[in-house]
């Protein structure tokens, strides 16, 4: 079950995100299925987030036992867009949302310490920016975008990408590169 916090499409769905009712949301969700089942429940938040507010959030999904959380929705910043579109509303998603959710990907994955499961999400259009995904925290890729543009085989491009960097790099696993970069990544370094 995936929970989306992080529309900025829709109007008050990001209030969501603040501390009061996101422990609210959550704390009645997992009360529904402790009585109904446990189907594993994910939490996508958004990339433009405060360090108080990704402190606030980590504290809640550990102490919720959140089964995974999806970084990151789309964003409504738009300080490296140059083309005509930089001024229009609603959600950006794709290359443009690479770094900010890369990001934030390797903030909030050094403060839940790979205890949750972290989906890495937004501009992933290559096998190295789904590499940097996993480097940041991710343990999960999800892609959009580039699926429209590239279509179905950029799916099995990203996958040889990932084995010849395995490769390079002696990695048994993909396991043991995740997280490797977060804390360069938090700040936006080498990304």
């Known amino acids: 079950l995936a929970v989306n916090i992080s529309s900025p499409n829709t109007p008050g769905l990001r209030n969501l995100q603040s501390k009061g009712e996101l422990e609210e949301l959550l704390g009645r969700l997992n009360e529904v299925r ?42 409504v910043t738009r300080p490296h867009l ?26 909030l994955y050094l403060k839940v310490g790979g205890r949750i499961p972290l989906i890495g999400v937004g501009g992933i259009d ?8 996993i480097e940041a925290g991710a343990s999960l890729l999800q892609l959009y975008s580039a699926l429209v543009f590239k279509g179905p085989s950029l799916i099995a491009a990203i996958l040889d990408g990932l084995a010849e960097r395995m490769a390079a790099s002696g990695l048994a696993s993909l396991e043991e590169a995740v997280g490797c970069k977060a804390k360069s990544y938090q700040n936006g370094a080498g990304i």
Do not use: Q, Y
């Open 34 to 75: 402790a009585r109904r089942g446990t189907p594993p429940l994910l939490v996508k938040i958004a990339p433009d987030l405060t360090d108080t507010e990704l402190d606030d959030m980590a504290a809640i999904f550990l102490k919720l036992k959140i089964d995974g959380v999806i970084v990151s929705n789309t964003t």
């Open 126 to 133: 290559s096998a190295g920016s789904a590499f940097s995904r």
């Open 82 to 107: 140059r083309s005509g579109h930089a001024g229009e509303t609603g959600g950006l998603s794709g290359k443009p949302l690479c770094s900010l959710s890369t990001r934030m990907l390797a903030r």
